[in-house]
């Protein structure tokens, strides 16, 4: 089975990577997350989305994303999975607190333990439930779970674009054929604004706003 970077993923349900609790057998690894101004080394295993690599996705969405934030700004990675975003939202933008939302509580235990190992202090790695319910979120960034379903993907974006300040934005990377322009139209049809920021390979980059 694949994931939606096309990479191989976790091949039993119990393993699946949005498994609140995968029951596959742990075998962990590390992998190497390189960009321009950032290399980390990531702990992973199996049962967690992109364990073998960072996604291409995902690392597209950190090269072409939006420019760091102000200080004191509120932002939140939705299905971090081991941490690849929020880690590096948190080393690019030191004064903000970076909320990594992760319903694998496998990924959770690597994506805290790969904060501490990079001396970031400004992560805070949370089951959905758990996050503050009237924090208002300056951005989302997100490499969302499509394979989910659509039902439970709408349902989930809906959740959480909701808790977006009239000024704030989401950032979302999604696979070409896995329905990224079908997601923008439904997203406008619920009265969002949204803006294509990119297009590279198999993917789009989508900025999405509250109408105001």
């Not at 349900?13 to 609790?21: I, L, M, Q, T």
């Not at 999604?174 to 619920?190: I, M, N, P, R, Y």
Request: with cysteine; glycine share 8%; hydrophobic share 40%.
């Amino acid at each position: 089975m694949t994931n939606e970077s096309g990479t191989q993923g976790s091949v039993t349900p119990a393993g699946h990577y949005f498994s609140p609790d995968p029951q596959v057998q742990s075998a962990p690894s590390q992998v190497e997350l390189a960009l321009p101004d950032i290399k980390l080394t990531l702990g992973t295993d199996r049962g967690v989305f992109a364990g073998q690599a960072v996604d291409y996705g995902t690392k597209l969405l950190l090269l072409d994303g939006p420019e760091a934030v102000e200080t004191d700004s509120v932002l939140v990675d939705v299905g971090a999975g081991y941490g690849p975003i929020a880690l590096a939202l948190a080393s690019r933008n030191r004064n903000a607190t970076v909320y990594a939302v992760e319903i694998n509580s496998r990924a959770r235990e690597l994506c805290a333990a790969n904060a501490r190992a990079a001396g970031l202090d400004n992560v805070k790695v949370l089951a959905p439930e758990d996050f503050p319910p009237n924090l208002k979120i300056d951005r989302i960034w997100s490499n969302p779970p499509i394979r989910i379903g659509k039902k439970a993907l709408h349902e989930l974006l809906t959740l959480w674009l909701s808790r977006l300040g009239s000024e704030g934005s989401a950032h979302l990377v999604v696979q070409k054929h896995l329905g990224s322009d079908s997601l923008a139209s439904w997203l406008e049809t619920q009265g969002y604004g949204v803006v294509r920021r990119g297009s590279r390979k198999a993917f789009r980059l989508f900025d999405v706003s509250p109408n105001k």
